[in-house]
């Protein structure tokens, strides 16, 4: 990467057209906020700076930012002919080291804050050694687990951010900035977590790669803030140009919603605690783990033609082959019955199985997840039970489409799916059945699109189906029976293991009634793996 690109995006450098700045500054001038004094901490080249001292004449001051010195020349240079009728000043200032709280107080009500913050992520500035940070600390107060999987990385807008609504904090203000969707999100949740005064919040959808030439969803998020405001809600609107808001997201009954309509509509439908939704298989070395069928012989992803005990095997599916609707292409070998099982039992049960894993013992080593550390050797994770049962209703957790898919046993085997999707374990083709026409009824899809964000990178979640009750449903869509029942009831009874076992990076006790599947009930595998 070159030493001008890296500085491009170690500063956020994706300046602002000066026709957007001004597209959006007559936006808040139609919204009706006049203010007396105008600040954009990283103004770059001047365009919001330029935009807002023409848009709003009347203001008494306009006080521009920048790290960059060049930058801040041409700001200068972009406002000089509005100095004779206002105080201007635009002077280089590192954003992490300036008092803004002083200054913000110095200056006449109502405030603009405006401007486009660099939209970069403190693992991206760590990766190119940058000191462009705010002071290190744990943004969010999250548990060391949590900083392993990736969950401390933040956006530096959304730092600052938190740090301007801060400053407006019980003043006549408003703060217009563009960012990324999802930092605008995790901004106001923060805002409203934290009491702060919103007034009111509203967030414009953004073409930025229109604008800025980058895939990213992106908007004008705007937030007023006011001496006694409280309100938890933030009107979404599909472009800066639209008078009417799509939906309205906000912080209902303690948790952040999509859709606050559909959360009200159907709040009756939840219910608390609740399982049965999991996530498939995890083994993070698909070479060695999944088998296609080639020429009558399995192949793994080495090229490599491969002879397993058939008890190890069983037909899988991904995402795409949910998405697809089709039947399984591949085998995966399933180390494990349950989390709490050792795969060196294969030595004795499957030998030909312990051979080929302990062959390819290098790469299964260097798997990368914390999350096998400590764990047997050749571990998985997200197997137990309900992995093995007969059938099951499935959705893709990458896909961005609430379409579910029954799943039913193959070649006598029972399907796995892998942890890119989700499942509910059924014992029968009528619970299959059943549970499909539950999770595709509209209640059933309007429930869960109350709580989706689709821009997120994976919007549907076994947390987020976990919400739903079936009971609840069942008896809504007037389809209670025994059959809907024994469903509801696996929503509330885990699948009988006999220890605590790890489902991914949670723990969970489990106990109950189960369908666990014993090797004798898999042998008819053993004859019809290479067929077909």
């Known amino acids: 990467m070159s030493e001008q690109k890296n ?17 959006v500054c007559a936006l808040i001038l139609r919204a009706g906020f006049r203010p007396a004094a105008i600040v954009e901490p990283t103004c770059g080249t001047g365009a919001f700076l330029k935009a807002a001292v023409e848009t709003f004449p009347e203001a008494s001051l306009a006080l521009g930012f920048d790290i960059n010195p060049e930058y801040v020349a041409h700001a200068r240079r972009a406002v000089a002919d509005a ?52 002071a290190k600390s744990n943004l969010d107060r999250m548990r060391g687990i949590d900083a392993l999987t990736g969950k401390s990385n933040f956006d530096i807008s959304e730092w600052m951010l938190r740090k301007q609504i801060e400053w407006l904090d019980g003043r006549d203000a408003l703060l217009a900035v563009l960012c990324k969707t999802a930092v605008a999100r995790k901004t106001l949740l923060w805002a409203w ?30 937030v007023r803030t006011a001496l006694s ?19 309205v997201f906000g912080f209902l009954d303690g948790m952040l919603v999509a859709d606050a309509h559909l959360r009200r509509k159907w709040k009756g439908l939840a219910g608390p605690g609740l399982k049965g939704w999991r996530s498939g298989v995890k083994h993070d070395c698909n070479r060695v783990f999944e088998l ?27 995402s795409s082959d949910l998405a697809a609707g089709g039947s399984p292409r591949r085998w995966m070998i399933v180390s494990q019955r349950t989390m709490n099982d050792d795969p060196a039992r294969l030595r004795l049960n499957a030998p030909k199985t312990w051979a080929y894993l302990t062959a390819h013992a290098q790469l299964l080593d260097q798997r990368k997840s914390s999350i096998y550390r400590n764990r047997p050797r050749f571990s998985v994770f997200g197997v137990g039970a309900y992995s093995f049962a007969p059938w099951k209703v499935a959705i893709s957790g990458l896909y961005k489409k609430l379409e579910f898919v029954r799943v039913p046993p193959f070649q006598g ?86 220890v605590s076992q790890s489902l991914l990076w949670e723990r969970e006790s489990v106990g109950g009634e189960g369908l666990l599947v014993a090797d004798s009930d898999l042998s008819p595998l053993k004859h019809t793996v290479l067929e077909n």
């Open 7 to 23: 500085r491009k995006i170690e500063f956020g450098d994706f300046q602002t057209p000066v026709d957007l700045a001004r597209e």
């Open 83 to 134: 100095s004779a009728r206002m105080f201007i000043e635009v002077r280089q200032s590192d954003f992490f080291a300036e008092n803004w709280l002083n200054i913000v107080k110095s200056l006449p009500p109502p405030v603009l804050v405006i401007g486009n913050p660099p939209w970069v992520t403190s693992a991206g500035l760590g990766v190119l050694g940058s000191n462009n940070l705010p």
């Open 413 to 498: 085997r029972p399907v796995i799916v892998d942890d890119t999707c989700y499942f509910f374990p059924c014992q029968s083709e009528e619970e299959c059945n059943l549970l499909y026409d539950l999770v595709m009824s509209a209640p059933a899809r309007e429930f869960w699109s109350a709580f989706i964000f689709w821009d997120a990178m994976r919007p549907i979640t076994a947390q987020l189906l976990n919400t739903l009750d079936l009971a609840r449903l069942a008896r809504l869509l007037n389809k209670d029976s025994d059959v809907a029942r024994a469903l509801a009831a696996r929503q509330r009874v885990d699948y009988i293991e006999g």
């Open 193 to 222: 977590q934290n009491e702060m005064s919103v007034e009111s919040a509203s967030l414009y959808a953004l073409n930025a790669r229109q604008h800025f030439g980058v895939s990213v969803d992106a908007g004008l998020l705007l």
């Open 229 to 247: 405001g409280s309100a938890k809600e933030c009107s979404v609107f599909h472009s800066l140009q639209a008078r009417q808001p799509e939906r």
């Open 292 to 318: 296609r069928l080639e020429k009558g012989e399995l192949v793994n992803g080495l090229g490599e033609a491969v002879d397993l005990e058939p008890e190890s095997l069983f037909p899988m599916l991904k």
